[in-house]
């Protein structure tokens, strides 16, 4: 929901207010998801941590263990669809989507793993697994949230993209060097900029568009 309605809002056209757009609304997206995904990292150790030293005694199912092994194999499929989407069209939103339901499959799989033993060794994994888990999954949710602040806030140009159009503009007839490119991000598929380019000086107008 949060996914559908950020990209929503962030394809609004621009307008007298917003005359860049609404895209970096996206990114406020992004950062809710990363959240719930470090909340569910924290849960997770919270409730592993106590079972490592008072292990509980569960009673598994045929049926419980079906469903967790289809629910673990929907949450992957759904969670590497939308991530590749997500990347395909440069959406950090549905990136972030995607990883939200990859953790959530790799906690059922924790679950599913824990039972299996559990049912064949009598021993009790719950606990450490949950808590490995959960540490990768706060480490992978804080990651997210300095990419999409990055983002936010301004983060470096990356260098092959700026040589890239540097050497674009180069190729225009009449342009010897493009310098001080600045690119300003407006959301994941809107960037402004200038550059500065050298040109012979007795040159009375030039304008090219790329």
Request: contains cysteine.
């Amino acid at each position: 929901i949060i996914t559908i309605i950020g990209t929503k809002l962030a394809g609004k056209a621009p307008d007298k207010d917003h005359p860049y757009g609404y895209g970096r609304i996206e990114y406020f997206a992004s950062v809710i998801i990363a959240a719930i995904v470090l909340w569910a990292g924290v849960t997770a150790f919270m409730e592993s941590w106590p079972k490592i030293f008072n292990p509980d005694v569960t009673a598994y199912t045929t049926v419980s263990l079906v469903i967790v092994a289809v629910a673990v194999l929907v949450k992957l499929g759904l969670g590497k669809y939308v991530k590749n989407v997500g990347e395909e069209i440069n959406s950090q939103a549905l990136v972030a989507s995607g990883s939200d339901a990859f953790f959530d499959a790799i906690l059922s799989l924790s679950t599913l793993i824990a039972a299996i033993v559990s049912i064949f060794f009598h021993i009790s994994l719950e606990g450490i697994l949950g808590v490995i888990i959960s540490i990768v999954i706060i480490k992978a949710s804080i990651d997210m949230l300095r990419e999409t602040v990055d983002s936010m806030i301004g983060a470096r140009v990356d260098p092959e993209l700026s040589r890239k159009i540097k050497e674009s503009i180069c190729e225009v007839p009449g342009v010897y060097g493009a310098y001080d490119l600045s690119l300003h991000n407006y959301g994941p598929e809107d960037m402004h900029g200038s550059v500065h380019i050298e040109v012979d000086d007795d040159i009375p107008h030039m304008t090219f568009k790329n």
